[in-house]
Nanobody, 128 residues
Framework: QLRLVESGGGAVQPGGSLLLSCAAS????????IAWFRRAPGKEREGIAC????????NYADGVKGRFTISRDSAKKTVYLQMNSLNPEDTDVYYC?????????????????????WGRGTQVTVSS
């Protein structure tokens, strides 16, 4: 059973940055695609970024393109989400999720695929 633990959330002022980490209990490379989601209470869950199992392909929601960057460190079994130019609308609980998916096509299908494993989330608050 894969376990995922998010960290790096916190409070930041508008325009600031945060680096979220998603640490996995086993090697992710070439088997698990990873996506970051966010959901505030009472809101729909939103997929914001994903990376394929190979690490070669990524995709982003329109609202975060150019501000957020997803990456993975295979040796550390960790996936990162670098978030820049944060604004109050980015306030949310952020989750990482893993899907068993070999191949880079994941990044074209990710919004229609239910992940297999979820972390418990980390809170991000953007406020002045």
């Amino acid at each position: 059973q894969l376990r995922l633990v998010e960290s790096g959330g916190g409070a930041v002022q508008p325009g600031g940055s945060l680096l979220l980490s998603c640490a996995a209990s086993e090697v992710l490379q070439d088997l698990y695609a990873i996506a970051w989601f966010r959901r505030a209470p009472g809101k729909e869950r939103e997929g914001i970024a994903c990376i394929s199992s190979s690490g070669r392909s990524t995709n982003y929601a329109d609202g975060v393109k150019g501000r957020f960057t997803i990456s993975r460190d295979s040796a550390k079994k960790t996936v990162y989400l670098q978030m820049n130019s944060l604004n109050p609308e980015d306030t949310d609980v952020y989750y990482c999720a893993a899907t068993v998916f070999v191949g880079d096509d994941y990044v074209h299908e990710w919004t229609t695929i239910a992940p297999d494993y979820w972390g418990r989330g980390t809170q991000v608050t953007v406020s002045s």
